[in-house]
């Protein structure tokens, strides 16, 4: 997608004709022996030819330069709100003029309007230089609204997006929160099964010693006496 200036041709200008003053003005005296012959009182000089075409080349010119100027202005207040999302510089139309010379006439800058993928938050920040560089000139194009028109929809695209993501994670969150309870619950009965296997063994060992102790000591007392 682009950002394209308002293109246009320059159209021949107008020139209204000189009006020349050729009326006369007669004054008649007439008798019957002579008439008075009708006099004109002025005449304009007329325009040559050559001038009248000058005259018009020079407009033509002039015209042509004011719309490079305009042209030119308007597609570098794109070009640097753009910044980086600009793909290159601005490409323009020219048109020859009665000078020989090529004047801008309309003129475009290509911007990259693609989603980040999986970054919401930097689409929504690229959405918002987008809108910016289309609206920069002083007199936004229709072409240049409707580009900005495009970037209020990525922009918020992106914020439902980031609204899901986000639902996403808090959800995630309270299973996490909820399983926990269960895990430590499977421990705790592991560990009180260990401690009763524990203290089995441990009584078991208590009473082979006693019964030990209880065979070897008639031994021992008849050794004694002997």
Known sequence: ?????????TTAPFFPTPQLNN?????????????????????????????????AEQQIIDELSARDREVRTHEAAHLGAAGIYANGGPTFSFQRGPD???????????IDTSPIPGDPEATIRKAQTIRRAALAPADPSGQD??????ATQLELAAKTEQ????????DESEESKTSAP??????????????TTTTSISNQNAIARFERNQTEAPSLLLDELA
């Open 1 to 9: 997608m682009a950002i394209s200036s308002i293109s246009s041709t």
């Open 23 to 55: 009326a006369t003005t007669a004054s008649t005296d007439k008798t019957d022996a002579e008439t008075t012959p009708t006099q004109p009182l002025s005449q304009a000089e007329p325009i040559a030819p050559e001038q009248k075409a000058q005259a």
């Open 100 to 110: 020989g010379k090529q004047y801008a006439v309309g003129g475009e800058v290509s």
């Open 145 to 150: 609204r409707s580009v900005a028109a495009s």
């Open 163 to 170: 609204i899901q993501t986000s639902a996403d994670e808090d």
């Open 182 to 195: 269960a895990e430590n619950s499977e421990s705790t009965d592991e560990e009180t099964q260990d401690q």
